[in-house]
């Protein structure tokens, strides 16, 4: 697992992260806390974007530089939290797709219930990006990604901020192919599937739905 799940420890990660876990902080303060975490994340998840050459004139001479060669990003949220992190990775990759997938957990059996799914029409030559800000049981982020699967893109992460050890297991375990980026794994899940410490119920601090 430790190849595949990638702790983010950067100090201002988790500056921002004990800020985002207080009670006290607002849905105004709160989204932008999201915002600037998934921007963060999204630095460290593109890492092993390849890059190739070209010759760029500066005002002085032509310099010998570097772009990303070719590859399309596709950005897909779970509604409705992972909309939260949307703006902060866009404004790191401006030109990615952004697709949607639709997921909610029945409140008495805990699983993931699918009610939505639009994806870039060119999904298949895109690397995709799962964005949910918590992986508690882990249902809702092994149901996203089998459904992006079916569409055949070229690879896939899942970036979450809050991570409980039960979902990182069953989510490692369902999709051992799937690069995974989180900012702390928590101590357990209580009776009701939330993450202790956690945060909450992240969508509902997002868009001040307490």
């Not at 010998?64 to 939260?84: D, E």
């Not at 030559?125 to 800000?133: A, S, T």
């Not at 569409?151 to 050890?165: E, G, R």
């Amino acid at each position: 697992m430790d190849k595949q799940v990638f702790i983010m420890d950067h100090p201002l990660i988790q500056h921002k992260l004990t800020f985002l876990r207080d009670k006290n902080t607002g849905s105004k303060e709160f989204r932008q806390l999201v915002s600037e975490i998934a921007m963060l994340e999204c630095y460290e998840a593109t890492r092993d974007l390849p890059l190739e050459e070209v010759d760029t004139e500066t005002p002085v001479a032509v310099a010998h530089t570097k772009v990303i060669a070719g590859r399309k990003l596709a950005f897909i949220p779970i509604l409705r939290a992972g909309l939260g992190m949307v703006e902060g990775v866009l404004e790191m990759v401006p030109a990615a797709k952004v697709g949607h997938i639709g997921l909610y957990r029945d409140p008495k059996t805990l699983q993931p219930v699918e009610y939505y799914s639009k994806l870039p029409h060119d999904i298949e030559e895109r690397d995709v990006i799962v964005l949910d800000p918590m992986l508690a049981t882990g249902g809702s982020g092994i149901d996203a990604v089998t459904i992006i699967k079916r569409s055949n893109p070229k690879s896939i992460k899942f970036m979450c901020i809050i991570a409980a050890p039960e979902g990182l297991k069953a989510f490692t375990e369902a999709h051992p192919d799937v690069q995974l980026y989180c900012a702390a794994v928590d101590d357990h899940l209580n009776d009701h599937g939330y993450i202790v410490p956690g945060l909450g119920d992240a969508g509902d601090r997002i868009f001040g739905t307490l």
